[in-house]
């Protein structure tokens, strides 16, 4: 009879009891679920978009919008180093990616090349400076480098892929599926989420939060018609309620970033919707010198270029904690907090696509792709059974429903997104498996008909035909591993579903099959085998 190690049983019957118990909760109901002992996993498969339903942006990164906030924000540097060095009257002009500076003294030109260098230029990933400054008499010209910019870019789509994701999980939407698409796209699926208005306000909203002196020099009005002072601008207000521009200060004393937490609550003195925060240590320390330095003074509360609160400070705020105050509701405050805590965006985001699937159209992708794996089943096992008989095709066809509890029982564990093509990827691993049973009793063909026993052959049909077995999945696992890396959405869907199966099918059509003949070898005893 054949021999089979006693490793091999334990771990098929291992395998077996484990992806039942992983592959249950998606038959069990949802009030069963919540009920079951804790130690039991109550996770099912994670249904993507095409098949619960959901909204789907592609969402586009303005990465111009950032570098142009990046000079503008290089200029106020350089006026600042200006000033601490006694140096009146020069010309700063944005150029492009850099600046254009026209000092009134040419002999502080070199003294003023190098402090821009070694005070605002910084080293990229590579090591390389982030910026040059180039002499000629009097003006300089100050450019970052495209690496620095490529290297600005990149950063900006990788924070705000996580910034997104913090975002939408704070909605409560169920395992948003979020991936970067080419340079600077990401593609947003919130499968459940049938309101792609609210999603796409939420995401799209950059939430860029300052804290700014009012300039109280001339009002807003004025300004406007006389110009605005050096080092201020004027910003419109985010506030119905006061609707007149603001003069503003535009060095940000305290930024969003310096935040840790905000949550939306109610002021107890005066029942009004408000929006608490907490800052960070270094926020705390800068919130509390400025506070202190400008008692009785107005202090912008800027998001995202709309003033939404400029109230007097009446005292030095120093524990780190305060309040924003605006026409809130309840939901608009919440929303609020849900985008201060997630963090402000690096760049604004353009919607380039919209999509929605009712969870109509996905129940109907969810019958169709049962039917079409079951066609694909009922195929596979009339041609196994037609080919190799009752026995053989019966013992092929349970190893490939061990291999399909196996794949879900996996799916639901690393709580994987199902899609349409990751049916398509399951429907193919199911062909996969049964190519490996295929080759295992073919080889078994060929050794009977050269004159061995039953037992040798079954033995030779296994050992012979693993290596053909390991080669075409590590082709197939190969191909799927590209697909993943490479592709975005519906193909990384496919891929891993597909990379999945590679490991269940293997384990399957050689274990569990190797494992139930086995056990009819050891009762059947037979003279010969039922499929030559």
């Known amino acids: 009879m054949m021999t089979v190690s006693r490793w091999k049983i334990i771990a098929v019957i291992a395998a077996v009891l484990l992806s039942l118990l992983f592959a249950m909760p998606n038959v069990l109901p949802a009030n069963v679920r919540d009920g079951l002992p804790g130690f039991l996993p109550k996770k099912g498969l994670n249904l993507g978009l095409d098949l619960q339903g959901g909204s789907q942006l592609l969402l586009e990164v303005d990465t111009s919008a950032l570098r142009k906030e990046r000079v503008t924000n290089l200029i106020e540097d350089v006026r600042r180093l200006l000033t601490e ?84 999980d704070d909605m409560g939407t169920r395992e948003p599926a979020i991936s970067r698409q080419g340079e600077n796209r990401i593609v947003v699926q919130a499968a459940g989420e049938s309101d792609p208005e609210k999603l796409k306000s939420l995401i799209g909203q950059t939430a860029k939060l300052t804290f700014q002196m009012v300039d109280e020099s001339m009002p807003a009005q004025q300004a406007e018609v006389e110009g605005v002072p050096p080092g201020s601008e004027i910003l419109p207000s985010g506030d119905p309620q006061f609707p007149n521009p603001y003069l503003v200060k535009k060095r940000a004393d305290v930024t969003g970033e310096m935040l840790t937490d905000a949550r939306q609550e109610m002021d107890p003195t005066t029942g009004q919707i408000v929006v608490a925060f907490r800052m960070n240590g270094e926020g705390a320390k800068r919130f509390g010198a400025v506070t202190s330095a400008n008692i009785g003074k107005p202090f912008a509360i800027i998001l995202d270029g709309k003033v939404i609160s400029a109230p007097n400070i009446n005292s030095a705020i120093t524990g780190g904690s305060g309040i924003i105050t605006g026409n809130f509701d309840v939901q608009s405050a919440n929303e609020l907090a849900i985008l201060l805590r997630a963090g402000a965006l690096p760049a604004p985001l353009n919607v380039e696509q919209q999509t929605t699937v009712s969870a109509s159209l996905g129940a109907d992708a969810v019958d169709a792709g049962l039917i079409s794996t079951g066609i694909a089943f009922v ?15 019966g013992i092929s066809v349970v190893a490939l429903l061990v291999n399909g509890i196996m794949i879900v029982a996996a799916m639901s564990m690393t709580q994987a997104t199902l899609t349409l093509p990751g049916i398509a990827g399951l429907i193919l691993t199911l062909a996969v498996a049964v190519d490996a049973n295929v080759l295992i009793y073919e080889r078994m063909r060929d050794e009977i008909r050269s004159g061995r026993t039953p037992l040798a052959a079954a033995d030779a049909g296994f050992s012979r035909a693993m290596l053909t077995i390991f080669d075409a999945n590590i082709t197939h696992l190969g191909a799927a591993i590209i697909m993943f890396s490479l592709g975005a959405g519906p193909v990384k869907g496919f891929a891993w579903t597909l990379a999945i199966g590679v490991f269940t099918s293997v384990f399957s059509a050689v274990l569990v099959t190797q494992v139930l003949l086995a056990f009819w070898f050891r009762v059947a005893r037979p003279k010969n085998l039922p499929i030559t």
Do not use: H, W
């Open 85 to 168: 060095k006694n140096i009146r009257g020069a010309n700063i002009n944005a150029v492009g990616d850099g600046l254009v500076i026209v000092l009134p003294d040419a002999s502080r030109a070199a003294e003023i090349q190098g402090l821009i260098l070694r005070q605002l230029g910084a080293a990229t990933r590579t090591g390389a400076p982030d910026m040059t400054v180039d002499r000629r008499n009097a003006e300089l010209r100050v450019n970052y480098t495209p690496e620095a910019i490529r290297e600005v870019s990149t950063q900006a789509v990788e924070q705000s892929i996580g910034i997104i994701t913090r975002r939408v």
């Open 379 to 393: 195929a596979v096992l009339c041609f196994m059974v037609l080919a190799y008989g009752l026995l053989f095709g």
